[in-house]
T-cell receptor, first 112, second 113 residues
Framework: GQNIDQPTEMTATEGAIVQINCTYQ??????LFWYQQHAGEAPTFLSY????GLEEKGRFSSFLSRSKGYSYLLLKELQMKDSASYLC?????????????FGGGTRLMVKP | DGGITQSPKYLFRKEGQNVTLSCEQN?????MYWYRQDPGQGLRLIYY???????QKGDIAEGYSVSREKKESFPLTVTSAQKNPTAFYLC????????????FGNGTRLTVT
């Protein structure tokens, strides 16, 4: 099976930097995805990591360490609209169907 | 809509009734998925389908049924056997490659009273 852990809630200030961590345990790691989900809306894809290291996309970056079963999503220059839940999801090589297994999500509140 | 449409957005039913949620995609993708989300929680997989006329159970399939008669359509029926049907239901499409993300529809919020 898979186990994915994220903090439940985080608070940060507009303009600051925040790091959202995700740890996972899986038998056949085959990629990690980050999604953003505003309340009552669908999750939208942010980033994908399958090799160790940092992937940067504008204000958002995602890091992966496969040996540690660890990833983080880094949000820079926080804006009020970044207040949302951030979902970490893992794909397992041994799961047929390429489905994703999701963590519980981290609700980020950005304050002025 | 990202090539995938769910309807309706809100649905209300009485306990004991079956209800069917619609999911349609127009990008000719093979893989489709149904997830359930409860308040403050992550997504849990109900069913998925990789090809027409074939589907597989996910982690929480009990009380649900699906069909995949056409590539573009993957409806989910919430039956009266589902003990806690009130939830946010999300349908997703996937291109099938290991590095391809899932793309979600806008979801259906089902309330059963």
């Amino acid at each position: 099976g898979q186990n994915i852990d994220q903090p439940t809630e985080m608070t940060a200030t507009e303009g600051a930097i925040v790091q959202i961590n995700c740890t996972y345990q899986t038998s056949g790691f085959n990629g990690l995805f980050w999604y953003q989900q505003h309340a009552g809306e669908a999750p939208t894809f942010l980033s994908y990591n399958v090799l160790d290291g940092l992937e940067e996309k504008g204000r958002f970056s995602s890091f992966l360490s496969r040996s540690k079963g660890y990833s983080y999503l880094l949000l820079k220059e926080l804006q009020m609209k970044d207040s949302a839940s951030y979902l970490c999801a893992v794909r397992d090589l041994y799961n047929a169907g390429n489905m994703l297994t999701f963590g519980g999500g981290t609700r980020l509140m950005v304050k002025p | 809509d990202g090539g995938i449409t769910q309807s309706p957005k809100y649905l209300f039913r009485k306990e004991g009734q079956n209800v069917t949620l619609s999911c349609e995609q127009n990008l000719n993708h093979d893989a489709m998925y149904w997830y359930r989300q409860d308040p403050g929680q992550g997504l849990r997989l109900i069913y998925y389908s990789q090809i027409v006329n074939d589907f597989q159970k996910g982690d929480i399939a009990e009380g649900y049924s699906v069909s995949r008669e056409k590539k573009e359509s993957f409806p989910l029926t919430v039956t009266s056997a589902q003990k806690n049907p009130t939830a946010f239901y999300l349908c997703a499409r996937g291109q099938g490659g290991p590095n391809s993300p899932l793309h979600f529809g806008n979801g259906t919020r089902l309330t059963v009273t």
